[in-house]
């Protein structure tokens, strides 16, 4: 499904908490809601005056805060498209602006070298994090307890930040240019990373340990996100590839192609689809059936196979405690490359 409406670049893109809605941020100026189920246009979110570089949903789906190149971060009401508060501080562009778990903070990231922590109900500016020294700050997250924060610079090295104190207590190196983004699996024990270097990596949050290198795209990495459940990550590049990866292994799952740079994706908060956001100003809904949860596959299998499941089948694929009397042969099949998913219509 192609989500028309923008008239340039689609910088970030993010499910609803619910899955109902997307909103998307774009160099337009404008961000804008639409319904997922359909892909119409629902609200257009007007009032920076600079490039729209980041949105984000509150964890109970009421509010939106974006980020612009005007130097402001602007809270919205998601069901009205009603400008409620703006954060003001930062002296150049904002990059990235994010919610705690609780809703109660939003943290922002900019190219002025800073992250800042603000109330998310007054907007009063509460922290702000120096570490990155000259380098811009280009984005900023939560981890899911809302304990630490994490941030990406343009010197090549994201940093693990204390909420409450504002220390900066991990630093994770090993990238040779600068990152795009840097965000905590669900259950806060991993980091991801992207940057210049074509190169994703992911990270143990608690230790700093590189534990998985992929060499994701021709060119930059620009984004990554976990599906809810962690067990998969999606990467996107300037190459125009969005491509989703085992957590545990490395392991190249699945395939997206367009005609055009993507600059970011999400995951569905159900796992089964994936939204990017591209250069050509267009959104795109893709079903991915191999990020579904297991029960869900098993569904799906059950509607595509033309046979009963053997013994030895159901006890190998659906983990069913079984005795099986008489052994039955099992047919394996050469591993396939990964798929490749073109747009649905």
Same mark, same amino acid.
């Given at each position: ?94 990059? *990235? /602006? $994010?919610? +705690? ?6 943290? &922002?990231?900019?190219? !002025? %070298?800073?992250? @800042? #922590?603000? =109330? ?102 620009? *984004? /990554? $996100?976990? +599906? ?6 999606? &990467?996107?590049?300037? !190459? %125009?590839?969005? @491509? #989703?990866? =085992? ?99």
């Amino acid at each position: 499904m192609d989500l028309r409406g923008h008239t340039s670049k689609i910088r970030s893109i993010v499910f609803s908490p619910d899955g109902k809605s997307l909103v998307t941020a774009s160099e337009d100026n404008t961000a804008r809601v639409w319904e997922a189920s359909t892909g119409a246009s629902i609200l257009v979110l007007s009032g920076h005056k600079g490039f729209l570089r980041s949105v984000a949903y509150s964890p109970e789906g009421k509010f939106i805060v974006t980020a612009s190149g005007d130097s402001i971060a602007r809270v919205w009401e998601a069901s009205t498209g009603k400008s409620i508060l703006e954060l003001r501080g930062h002296t150049k562009d904002v990059r *990235s /602006a $994010a919610y +705690s778990p609780d809703g109660k903070f939003i943290v &922002t990231a900019s190219i !002025d %070298g800073s992250a @800042r #922590v603000w =109330e998310a109900g007054t907007g009063k500016g509460i922290m702000e994090l120096r570490g990155h020294g000259i380098h811009s700050v280009l984005n900023a997250a939560f981890s899911p307890d809302g304990k630490r924060i994490v941030t990406a610079g343009w010197d090549g090295i994201a940093k693990v930040w204390e909420t409450s104190t504002g220390k900066s207590t991990i630093e994770l190196r090993g990238h040779t240019l600068g990152l795009y983004s840097a965000t905590f699996s669900p259950d806060g024990k991993l980091i991801v990373t992207t940057s210049v270097d074509g190169t994703v990596r992911i990270w143990e949050a608690s230790t700093g340990k590189s534990v998985i290198e992929l060499h994701a795209h021709a060119g930059d990495s620009h *984004s /990554a $996100a976990f +599906s809810p459940d962690g067990k998969y990550v999606v &990467t996107v590049g300037l !190459d %125009g590839n969005a @491509r #989703v990866w =085992e957590t545990s292994t490395g392991k190249h799952i699945v395939e997206i192609s367009e005609a055009t740079a993507i600059f970011s994706a999400v995951f569905h908060p159900e796992g089964k689809l994936i939204a990017t956001a591209s250069s050509d100003g267009v959104a795109r809904i893709y079903v991915c059936e191999v990020c579904a949860p297991f029960q869900d596959l098993i569904a799906l299998a059950r509607t595509r196979i033309t046979r009963e499941f053997m013994c030895e089948e159901r006890q190998r694929y659906l983990h069913e405690n079984i005795v099986c009397s008489t052994p039955t042969p099992i047919l394996t099949q050469t591993p396939e490359p990964p798929q490749t998913i073109t747009p649905g219509r």
